[in-house]
């Protein structure tokens, strides 16, 4: 299993409803969660195929950003 963490401003329960469709769609339910507690805002993406730009296209596509934690 791959796992990939990004950074977003996705920072609140309301953020993460409207995210969760697009999150949903392109890496399946309960495969990814956002820590809103994190300074950073931590997207955790685990899968047996995660696609970390298909994930960061996701995340825009619902009106946020997201990039690689350096």
Do not use: R
Request: proline share 3%; with cysteine.
């Amino acid at each position: 299993m791959k796992t990939i963490q990004l950074k977003t401003n996705i920072n609140c329960g309301g953020c993460v409803a409207k995210v969760t469709p697009a999150l949903n769609e392109t890496i399946g339910e309960n495969n990814w969660q956002v820590d809103t507690q994190n300074p950073s805002k931590i997207l955790t993406v685990s899968g047996t195929e995660v696609n970390k730009d298909e994930v960061i296209k996701a995340v825009k596509k619902a009106g946020f950003k997201a990039e690689e934690v350096n």
